[in-house]
């Protein structure tokens, strides 16, 4: 599987957007772009995923580069609760039992 | 609907000793996962089972023993926990299909001394 590179931590003002970063230079054509967070040391949690077009639920966006290479996921207004390491992982569908975790992102949403 | 449901929450085992975390799923998902996590990283893949009877290692699986008689339990077994095993543990269960994602419990948080 692909191998992810994202900033070990970002702060964000709170009511701002939160772009968290991904480069996901060795991804191949049937790998998605999964991005989960962690709160505290809770189990984590499902954001968001996408194959190559922009994604968007209730929860974030997921802005996808033409060439696949790298990603961003969007909070649009952060809150104090979006406080999390984020994982940005790739991988296929078929294989959702075997994620590689990186060590994330640590994001810090100030008050 | 539960979800992942991972028991015991905490656990302290002395050198030596043997135990089994439990997991079980109650989403009928086909898949399903243990991860373990030390501090500051990431998690890492210890085993996994795509179906009930059929297992398979992870990145870390020594010291470790899983099986999978049913589709909703996946226990993990420490066979003689050591030190370095200390970590929380989380489980994992997810479906195929192409809208998926996979769901979490909330950890065993396990110490050796």
């Known amino acids: 599987d692909a191998k992810t590179t994202q900033p070990p931590s970002m702060d964000c003002a709170e009511g701002r957007a939160a772009n968290l970063p991904c480069n996901h230079s060795?991804?191949?054509?049937?790998?998605?772009v999964y991005w989960y967070r962690q709160i505290h040391s809770q189990g984590p949690q499902y954001i968001i995923h996408?194959?190559?077009n922009n994604e968007t639920n209730e929860m974030a966006s997921l802005i996808i580069t033409e060439d696949r290479k790298s990603s961003t996921l969007i909070l649009p207004h952060a809150t104090l609760r979006d406080t999390a390491v984020y994982y940005c992982?790739?991988?296929?569908?078929?294989?959702?039992?075997?994620?590689?975790f990186g060590t994330g992102t640590r994001l810090k949403v100030l008050a | 609907n539960a979800g992942v449901t991972q028991t015991p929450k905490f656990q302290v085992l002395k050198t030596g000793q043997s135990m089994t975390l439990q997991c079980a799923q109650d989403?009928?998902?086909?898949?399903m996962s243990w991860y373990r996590q030390d501090p500051g990283m990431g998690l890492r893949l210890i085993h996994y089972?795509?179906?009930?009877?059929?297992?398979d290692q992870g990145e870390v699986p020594n010291g470790y023993n899983v099986s999978r008689s049913t589709t909703e339990d996946f226990p993990l077994r420490l066979l003689s926990a050591a030190p370095s095993q200390t970590s929380v543990y989380f489980c994992?269960?997810?479906?195929?299909?192409?809208?998926?994602?996979?769901?979490f419990g909330q950890g065993t948080r396990l110490t050796v001394v």
């Open positions: 992982i790739v991988g296929t569908t078929s294989g959702t039992y075997k994620y590689i």
């Open positions: 994992a269960s997810s479906s195929r299909g192409q809208k998926t994602e996979a769901f």
């Open positions: 996408g194959l190559k």
């Open positions: 060795t991804i191949s054509g049937n790998e998605y």
């Open positions: 989403m009928n998902h086909e898949y």
């Open positions: 089972s795509v179906g009930a009877g059929i297992t």
